[in-house]
């Protein structure tokens, strides 16, 4: 009888490795497995990645690079909205899970899978973000998902894949490391405890320099375009180029504590340096950029389409309406911002942009004021005042003093 074709999301750590042996061992699939690519991973990786899946017994694997994609289609816009998940958290693998999830199903369809298997556990949000997608794409493809179905601990995964010979780093699995262009985060150990954080070893780069070194991100409609006036014809470079920089200093470090979808509270580390850094610089040059009614209402679109991402409601049409809301927010978001880099931290020193609003011949903050004069302020007050006026006068009234 022929095997059932599986394709499996497979990113080469212990969940997607177990995963490749049980299905086609214990579940007979024939599998195939398939690395959808976010920018986290060089010619070398992918290499080593794609013989760890052949090692397994997958009977092909493809690599799928979705990172200009991923860039187009989210990145930017995270740009654009600030997005930082609870103020800290520039959803790295929340929204790159999308991407991954719409380029997997695809393959699937393509090469005419029964099923697609991820690896996700049955505690997180990876597994909405991915069942999710797979259903509204591919209705008539099975889902399967080991980790979640059987409630495996890395404890029972590890020993599976030793007892079936299988040769690997069991030590450096006790992390679980995802990473792409926009971040990589780090769970496991620390990250299950609220009273404990991750140790420098856990986190992939570490801290090489010293002292400070000046650097400068040119922003053009929002996009980051230039690093130091080296001009890049595709922003998804930029971003690597910051990423780099701020990398050797440790910038990005921090802790996540939020919300999952399923209702339970999660932690997860992670190093961000390039979205850190990107989204500081683009927000300073927005306050200079942009209007005050501008920057509130883009600070309420922001904030939704972070959630909305997070959440995995990429799909949902209404995300196409805040996109091109945060689009066209950007038309004057035009300029250069210089920052100070240090060990484990950063300054944001100034603004160079032809549309910064505080150029302007009406007047300089705190000193002069050029287009009115003294008696148009204390007219503009007292008309300012009048519903407050009014309200404390009712209350004296009735009696009564706030």
């Known amino acids: 009888m022929e095997k059932k074709k599986v394709v499996l999301a497979f990113s080469g750590g212990l969940d997607t490795s177990f995963a490749a042996k049980y299905l086609s061992e214990d579940m007979g699939y024939e599998v195939h497995t398939a690395i959808a690519n976010t920018g986290g991973f060089g010619p070398e990786e992918l290499e080593r990645i794609r013989e760890r899946a052949l090692a397994l017994g997958a009977a092909s694997h493809a690599t799928l690079d979705v990172t200009d994609d991923y860039y187009n289609r989210s990145i930017r816009y995270m740009i654009a909205g600030n997005v930082l998940r609870n103020g800290t958290y520039p959803i790295s693998v929340s929204s790159e899970r999308i991407f991954q999830a719409l380029a997997i199903i695809e393959y699937a369809k393509k090469i005419g899978a029964d099923a697609v298997a991820h690896g996700s556990t049955g505690a997180g949000n990876d597994q909405v973000r991915f ?21 495996l601990t890395r404890e029972y995964e590890i020993d599976y894949l030793k007892k079936h010979g299988i040769e690997a780093d069991f030590k450096k699995m006790e992390y679980s490391i995802n990473k792409g262009l926009w971040g990589t985060s780090i769970g496991g150990k620390e990250t299950l405890r609220s009273e404990q954080t991750l140790p420098d070893a856990a986190y992939p780069s570490q801290v090489t320099a010293e002292g400070e070194e000046k650097m400068t991100i040119t922003f053009e409609k929002g996009e980051p375009v230039a690093v130091n006036g080296v001009r890049y014809a595709n922003p998804v470079d930029a971003i ?40 500081a610089a683009h927000k300073m040059l927005e306050k200079h950029t942009l209007t005050k009614w501008q920057q509130y209402w883009k600070d309420q679109i922001g904030t939704w389409y972070g959630m909305f991402l997070h959440e995995s409601q990429y799909l949902d049409p209404v995300m196409r309406e805040m996109e091109a809301y945060l689009e066209t927010s950007q038309r004057n978001v035009n300029g250069t911002v210089e920052i100070t880099l240090r060990p484990l931290g950063y300054t944001l020193v100034g603004v160079d942009s032809p549309y910064d609003l505080m150029k302007t011949d009406f007047g300089e903050y705190g000193e002069v004021n050029k287009a009115w004069s003294a008696d148009d302020v204390k007219g503009f007050t007292r ?20």
């Open 131 to 151: 069942d999710l997608t797979f259903q509204i794409l591919a209705p008539e493809i099975e889902i399967i998902t080991p980790t979640r179905d059987m409630t």
């Open 240 to 279: 690597r180029e910051v990423e780099r920089l701020g990398a050797r200093y440790g910038i990005g470090r921090d802790m996540h504590i939020g919300d999952t979808i399923i209702g339970i509270k999660g932690r997860v580390g992670f190093e961000a340096a390039g979205p850190i850094l990107i989204i």
């Open 383 to 402: 008309i300012m005042a009048n519903p407050m006026k009014i309200y404390h006068n009712v209350q004296l009234r009735n009696g009564k003093e706030e």
